[in-house]
């Protein structure tokens, strides 16, 4: 079993790697600023409270873990359109260097389906409102994915669909090339299955696939 960190573990797609990871027997580090309201009850689970853009926070959460996974979100509300979003390029600046230096290797870093090279795979009609509504937290997004790609480390990067917080069914499908890259709707239980599933099978290394149902 592997002792993995999950960096933005308090909530959506975080909370449920900490949920499934812990359910196939690894270790979780969870860090998040929340990290003590996490409420699950299992001795293999460390809440760990930090700030992700902070490296003195991530220096010691790194030690003795065999992998990362970035999960971060930003709050839907009135800040995420109308102020310039940081938090994934900051945080990726942040948390490169270290892994890099002292370990892990293996990073998994969620992103979503418009971020990076996934923009030109948007069709006319999401243009406009992506661009609107989630254009300033995919810019970053894309700036993060950047950063992750041009390192030597061994990653992956996720680009889920429309996330839903539906049961997992374990049937979604994991798009590769760009040639079939779409949007879609994919519940967060089913993204965490992918990633849990790649660090333990060291799939998809330097690969950045589009998930949907």
């Not at 909370?15 to 600023?33: D, N, Y």
């Not at 929340?34 to 991530?58: V, Y």
């Not at 892990?104 to 389906?113: H, I």
């Not at 839903?164 to 993204?191: H, K, M, Q």
């Amino acid at each position: 079993m592997a002792h993995i960190l999950v960096v933005g573990a308090s909530r959506g797609i975080g909370r449920e790697v900490v949920r499934e990871g812990l359910a196939r027997g690894h270790r979780i580090r969870a860090m998040a600023r929340s990290a003590e309201t996490i409420a699950i009850d299992d001795p293999k689970l460390e809440r760990w409270p930090g700030d992700a853009t902070q490296a003195g926070d991530l220096a010691p959460a790194l030690d003795g873990v065999d992998a990362v996974v970035l999960a971060l979100g930003v709050p839907k509300d009135v800040r995420f359109v109308l102020k310039p979003v940081t938090l994934f390029s900051s945080a990726t600046q942040a948390l490169l260097p270290l892994m890099q230096a002292q370990g892990p290797r293996r990073l998994v870093a969620v992103t979503g389906f418009g971020a990076g090279r996934s923009r030109a795979a948007l069709s006319t009609l999401e243009k406009l409102p992506f661009k609107a509504i989630m254009g300033r937290a995919y810019d970053d997004k894309s700036r993060q994915e950047a950063m992750i790609e041009a390192s030597d480390l061994d990653w992956t990067i996720v680009r889920p669909g429309i996330l839903t917080s539906n049961r997992g069914t374990g049937r979604y499908r994991v798009l590769r090339e760009p040639s079939e890259w779409r949007n879609g709707i994919i519940p967060r239980a089913d993204v965490a299955d992918f990633i849990l599933t790649a660090i333990e099978q060291g799939s998809d290394l330097r690969a950045a696939p589009v998930l949907v149902r």
